[in-house]
Every structure is written in C-alpha cells, then in structure tokens.
C-alpha cells in the first residue's frame, strides 16, 4: 500500500489464509464441550461460477477428486455451492476436502469467485449453527438460522466468545452475512 492510498484511507484487502480451516477440528472440540454442538458431517464451498467450458470441467475434476458425498446446488442468488458430506465425527476430513476445493479453484485463476466456506453443527434440541470463512477477509463467523430468515443473534455472539480462542473471529459484525438457504443448515 503506498502513501496516496493512505492519504485516500484505502487499505489492502486481506490476503485469504486457507489454511485458517485447519484450525476448525481443534475448534469442533471447543464448541461441543463448550455447549453441546457438534459436527453435523456436512461443508460446503460457496462461490460465482463461471463461464465457459474450462470452468465447467474444473467443476467435474473437483467432484471426481472428492468422490462420493459431493454436489454442486446453485441458490437464489447466483451461486454455486458444493457441498461436501463425510461422516460427522471426520471433521478433520471435511475440512482437508474444503480446503482442497478452494485451493484448485485459487489455483486455476478463480480466486476471485470464491465467496465463502462453511461447516454446519448441531445440538441435542435440534438448532444448526454454521463456522462460516470469508474468503476475501480470512475470517470466521458464526451463523445461526431458526427458519424462514431469522437467526438467532444472541447464540452467534455466544458462539463468538466460545470460538475467539480458537479460531480468528471476524469484528465486523456487519460482515455477519446471513447464507440463507445453505445446503446443510
């Protein structure tokens, strides 16, 4: 950044840390010790398609390398997401599968597409929490739906003070966006 963009107040972007998502098994602990939630064995990699074949066969090529569990769902708003499911006690092995998607499509010159990652939980009384990077922040939050589009703003920012050790919290809560009608919540 140089200083006629300082003066602008223009800051750079922060660089995406895919490796952030290695941090989610040690936070799955936390969270189910914590307070009763626990890995729900579903992910999912929300991003802008592209147009054109190569794009199409990067798609494929991701689901062959992922094997059985993988579909893509497009939504309401124009994304793709791919869900990932794997048995709920293999967090470990959900989060090397999502860190695989987003690594592929950065590395073929889709970065810019990618809009965010997320792992869903649940708990014994039946409501579903999501661990949700932001791609372009490198930050997590978490987001908690109750139906329709509501969401239960108080359980986030307790799921925000359980998670803080652990995982690096985004402290924009207006960047707290709602991924109504995610696959797996």
């Keep these: 950044m140089g200083w006629f963009d300082a003066l602008l107040g223009r800051s750079k972007p922060a660089r995406p840390d895919l490796d952030a998502l290695f941090a989610l098994p040690s936070a799955a602990v936390t969270l189910q010790a914590a307070t009763g939630f626990t890995p729900a064995g579903v992910g999912s990699v929300c991003f802008r398609a592209a147009e054109g074949g190569a794009f ?21 708003y ?8 794997r048995p709920a006690e293999d967090v470990a092995s959900l989060v090397t599968d999502l860190h695989a998607v987003n690594s592929t499509l950065e590395a ?16 014994p009384r039946g409501r579903r929490l999501a661990i949700v990077y932001l791609y372009k922040q490198g930050t997590f939050y978490p987001f908690a739906p109750t139906g329709g589009t509501q969401r239960d703003n108080a ?31």
């Design 78 to 85: 124009g994304y793709t997401w791919l869900v990932v499911r």
């Design 108 to 123: 073929n010159g889709f970065g810019p597409s990618l809009l965010c990652s997320l792992v869903t939980f649940a708990d």
């Design 155 to 185: 359980l986030e920012l307790q799921m925000r003070g359980v998670l803080a050790g652990e995982l690096k919290i985004e402290p924009d809560l207006a960047r707290w966006f709602p991924v109504w009608g995610a696959p797996g919540l």
């Design 56 to 76: 199409v066969q990067l798609e494929q090529d991701i689901q062959a390398l992922l094997g059985t569990g993988t579909e893509l769902a497009p939504d309401s």
